[in-house]
């Protein structure tokens, strides 16, 4: 699915969180939102999602996000927020099957088709073993699992991400991202998703969008978005960009 | 796969269990109607066979102790399942009818019909029911706009809901202070009891429990939807503001045809669906079901409590409910204190 934004402003308050965005994310690939805390990151993912309200245009595959009913939206764009929230007592197949509520009338249960799709997400996201365990016994790593498979689980063309990789370590952030980016590769999904890790954005995200203060500081590839000048001055920080084998910039900060 | 969806076997328990609990509350009352004899009279109701009972008897068991059960499930039923629902819509472990300030507005709205127009209690549309359900949505209504103003929280909606509930229950009182000869009528019902019930109140309560029930078991998994919170409910395509009112509404008219015909009883919209919780999974699609189930047995084994601890003299069934149910609060609360 193609998502596009042109001059997309979106907010809870007078003054708006996002201003100005204007972006393109083509079939099958991946932005990254980065920028420094409060940049308006969470706030343009919510617009996107139709849970803030925006001024600007919002299209996906040419046809307005606005004018998509409640439900058609939900089929189309699937959204796993920054702190899920997972009702204690679910299994993990329960909290999945959450996820095809867009695809079901309503007050309808789910049929046949749900549970295989449900069954699928499950093997795909190597969690069919602890399909009939409680949320509550999760792991940090399998909590995170669970979410994607949930936003999987409703078949959503265009996936919003929003720091997916929260309270990760390093490996099982990586395993996370590996698994976001196989499924886009055999699915064609489209992925936007907030990181605060630049490293990982850069090695993952084929195109990365930078805002500051709720504008596009800047946006392209990583190795046009990571330099060394554009991060200091946007996240007031000491760095220094490093490049590994492959040519992936790599963000290190410094002490001095 | 495993799914916590409702199993066969857990419905059909929770129907044994309420079974086996009419058997032995048909059994047992006040006047002694001997057991064989009893059974024996079911019997030949069912087949047709001749009663061993006297006419008399025959009235206290089918006209006074039969709709006393059949009304104090349906009560039972009622309250705790708009218990699981309030729990639900409010992700709230200890949300129930009293402590939101439900129980209390309906017990508002039925006074006020009473004292105006004493004696109009007859049907399901009638003026009481109506005017307590206008009231128990009302008592909702404001414990969840104070308890929203006063920040979010386990304990701040319950607060608000003390106060409200507190703040209803005087304007009752004070209702009933200026119709001084109705006092005695709304204070029996007030603590709560099955002592007037035969078949007419059962009629009165009948179609709004099994309408408020059949509207929560079919927003069950929409209300395991909402737990996930506002925003993800919204992504996945349902309005959480649409289902919350929906629920609320079935919940109160739940909470105020119970409260409309036996009073206040508190705790069995707190302790049936913990208890389901605890046995049978915590889906709603499972918790609503079997607390319709668990409420129902709950209530009549209460009431056979009532009836029989001190006969010929009766407890209020509200002091037995609360005797079990108090506690039960306590350690709820301690849970719920130590997961937060």
New interface residues.
């Given amino acids: 699915m193609r998502l596009e934004l042109t001059s997309v402003s979106a907010g809870y308050s007078a003054v708006p969180a996002v201003r100005d965005v204007s972006a393109r994310v083509g079939s099958g690939s991946w932005l990254a939102v980065i920028g420094p805390n409060g940049a308006g990151k969470s706030t343009l993912l919510?617009a996107v999602?139709?849970?803030v309200r925006h001024t600007g245009e919002l299209t996906l595959d040419g046809h307005p996000v606005a004018a998509l009913a409640?439900?058609?939206?939900?089929?189309a764009?699937?959204?796993?927020?920054q702190t899920?929230?997972l009702?204690?007592?679910?299994?993990v197949?329960?909290y999945v099957?959450?996820?095809r509520?867009?695809h079901l009338r309503p007050?309808a249960?789910e049929g046949r088709a749900d549970?295989a799709v449900?069954?699928d997400v499950l093997d795909r996201l190597d969690l069919a073993a602890l399909?009939?365990r409680s949320l509550r016994t999760l792991s940090g790593g399998e909590r995170q699992r669970a979410v994607l498979a949930r936003v999987l689980a409703?078949q959503a063309g265009l996936l919003l991400l929003d720091e997916p990789t929260t309270g990760l370590d390093v490996g099982h952030a990586q395993a996370l991202l590996d698994l976001v980016d196989r499924l886009r590769r055999e699915d064609g999904t489209t992925v936007v998703s907030t990181l605060h890790d630049l490293t990982l954005a850069g090695q993952y995200a084929d195109q990365l969008l930078l805002l500051h203060d709720g504008a596009v500081a800047a946006r392209g590839t990583p190795a046009r978005v990571l330099t060394e000048p554009l991060l200091s001055r946007h996240y007031g920080a000491r760095i220094t960009v490093l490049s590994t084998a492959d040519g992936s910039p790599v963000v290190a900060p410094r002490r001095t | 796969m495993a799914t916590t969806r409702l199993r066969p076997g857990h419905l059909l328990i929770a129907l044994l269990v309420l079974l086996a609990a009419v058997l032995a509350s048909t059994l047992l009352g006040a006047v002694d109607l001997g057991r064989q004899r009893v059974l024996a009279e079911i019997g030949a109701q069912l087949t047709g066979g001749t009663s061993p009972l006297t006419a008399r008897e025959a009235a206290i068991l089918w006209e006074l102790r039969v709709p006393r059960i059949v009304l104090g499930g349906l009560v039972g039923a009622a309250l705790a399942v708009s218990g699981a629902a309030f729990q639900g819509v409010f992700r709230n472990p200890l949300a129930d009818p009293y402590l939101l300030g439900a129980a209390a507005g309906a017990g508002l709205g039925a006074t006020v019909v009473v004292a105006v127009a004493p004696g109009s209690t007859g049907s399901a549309l009638g003026p009481l029911p109506v005017a307590a359900f206008l009231g128990a949505a009302g008592g909702v209504a404001l414990t969840s706009l104070l308890g929203r103003s006063a920040g979010a929280g386990t304990a701040t909606l319950l607060l608000a809901g003390v106060a409200v509930a507190s703040f209803l229950t005087a304007v009752q009182t004070f209702v009933l202070q200026l119709n001084a000869e109705t006092l005695r009528q709304v204070y029996t019902w007030m603590l709560g009891g099955f002592g007037t019930s035969g078949w007419r109140q059962v009629l009165v309560v009948l179609p709004h429990v099994v309408l408020a029930s059949a509207v929560l078991w079919l927003c069950a998994r929409l209300l395991d939807v909402l737990a996930l919170g506002d925003d993800e409910a919204s992504s996945l395509g349902v309005r959480p503001a649409r289902v919350r009112l929906l629920v609320l509404a079935a919940a109160s008219l739940a909470t105020a045809s119970a409260v409309s015909v036996s009073g206040l009883i508190g705790f069995v919209g707190i302790v049936v669906p913990h208890v389901v919780r605890l046995l049978a999974g915590a889906s709603n699609r499972v918790v609503v079901p079997l607390s319709l189930l668990g409420g129902a047995t709950f209530l009549i084994l209460a009431d056979v409590v009532a009836r029989t601890a001190f006969a010929p003299a009766e407890l209020p069934i509200g002091v037995v409910t609360a005797f079990t149910g108090a506690p039960f609060f306590l350690l709820v609360l301690r849970g719920a204190g130590r997961r937060a």
């Fill in positions: 919510k999602a139709g849970l409640h439900r058609e939206r939900a089929r764009i699937g959204y796993a927020p899920p929230q009702p204690d007592g679910l299994t197949t329960d099957l959450l996820g509520t867009p007050l249960r549970l449900v069954a399909a009939g409703q």
